[in-house]
Every structure is written in C-alpha cells, then in structure tokens.
C-alpha cells in the first residue's frame, strides 16, 4: 500500500510546481487533435472513432495506427516533458507514473472527445447523426 500512496501523492504533486503548464497544455492539444480528427471523420462519413475501436474488428487495427498517428506528438512531447519533472522533482525515473501521466493528460481526451465531436459536427453540418 506504500507504493500507491507514493505514486498517488507524486501524480497529485504535479498540480502544482515546475511545469505546471503542461497540466493544461497537453490535454488542448489532445483536444485539439481530436477536433481536427472529429471533424474530418464527420466530413468523410465515418463513424465515431471510439466505437468503431471495439466494434468494428476488421478496421480496428487501422484506427487504432491512424489514432498513434495522429497523437503520438502530444504523447512524445508528454513524456518529455514528465521526465524532466521527474528528474527536476525526483532526482530519478518513475516509469508506472510516466504511462500514467501521459495517458490520463494525452491520450485519454483523445480517445474520448473524438467520436462526440464526429457527432456533433456531423449533426450540425447535414442534420443527421452518424451511425455506430
């Protein structure tokens, strides 16, 4: 249990101190990658990008290379920017926490605003919803 309370107070402790902006930079640019993406699918008629995920077997592989694609800066720009926190704060590596920052600031909203912005777009530009 030490080790959770370890890890739960270091990724609470990145609220505040060095490198704050990145609590707020990394997610807008999540945000805005999802938009970009969201609209485009919505122009060319796909269905939302997080459903199609897990239901759509044949083309999960190809979103999932087209999602990396599309994120990986945001992510490769989180780590960097974790692992100068890490070595500024901790004075060492905390790979667990590592995966846990980048995920919950880049990856996530990525993941989750994408398909609803397909939807909304699409409503708004034709009138109709896209099928899941």
Do not use: C
Request: proline fraction near 6%; hydrophobic fraction near 50%.
């Amino acid at each position: 249990m030490d080790d959770f309370d370890r890890i739960w107070t270091e990724l609470v402790g990145r609220l505040t101190g060095p490198l704050t902006f990145r609590v707020i930079l990394q997610p807008a640019m999540a945000i805005w990658f999802a938009t970009r993406d969201g609209m485009m699918d919505a122009r060319t008629g796909r269905p939302p990008y997080f459903w199609s995920i897990f239901h759509d077997a044949a083309e999960r592989r190809h979103l999932l290379t087209e999602g990396w694609k599309h994120i990986r800066r945001v992510a490769v720009l989180g780590t960097v920017m974790d692992l100068i926190y890490q070595m500024l704060v901790f004075k060492g590596f905390r790979p667990l926490e590592l995966v846990i920052v980048v995920f919950v600031l880049a990856i996530l909203p990525y993941l989750l605003l994408r398909g609803p912005i397909n939807r909304v777009v699409a409503r708004w530009r034709h009138g109709r919803t896209v099928a899941p």
